[in-house]
Nanobody
Framework: QVQLVESGGGLVQAGGSLTLSCAISGRVFRIRELGWYRQAPGKERELVGR???????EYADSVKSRFTISRDNVKNALNLQMNSLKLEDTAVYYC????????????WGQGTQVTVSS
């Protein structure tokens, strides 16, 4: 059973930094995507950043140059370093793991709240 547990959210002032971490338990084969998504009140869930099959990293335009996604193979975790935070970064942040056939699966964490204040 694969489980994802996010941590590191909290309240931060605009311009500050936070690092989110997603602990991945259980074995996942043929990973297609390791990603961070977020959902602000009244809005749809959106991609923040992800690592895809060939190791490439993709980011939403709104966070490029400010956020960095990384994988910690020792701790089996996915991290998101967030710098220069803006009010509009306020959201619940979710970790996602997606795997390919024949071991296809899709897992989400429970989310962690990030609130950026002025």
């Amino acid at each position: 059973q694969v489980q994802l547990v996010e941590s590191g959210g909290g309240l931060v002032q605009a311009g500050g930094s936070l690092t989110l971490s997603c602990a991945i338990s259980g074995r996942v084969f043929r990973i297609r995507e390791l990603g961070w998504y977020r959902q602000a009140p009244g809005k749809e869930r959106e991609l923040v950043g992800r690592i895809i099959t060939d190791g490439r990293k993709e980011y939403a335009d709104s966070v490029k140059s400010r956020f960095t996604i990384s994988r910690d193979n020792v701790k089996n975790a996915l991290n998101l370093q967030m710098n220069s935070l803006k009010l509009e970064d306020t959201a619940v942040y979710y970790c996602k793991v997606n795997s390919m056939s024949p071991y296809a699966g899709l897992w989400w964490g429970q989310g962690t709240q990030v609130t950026v204040s002025s």
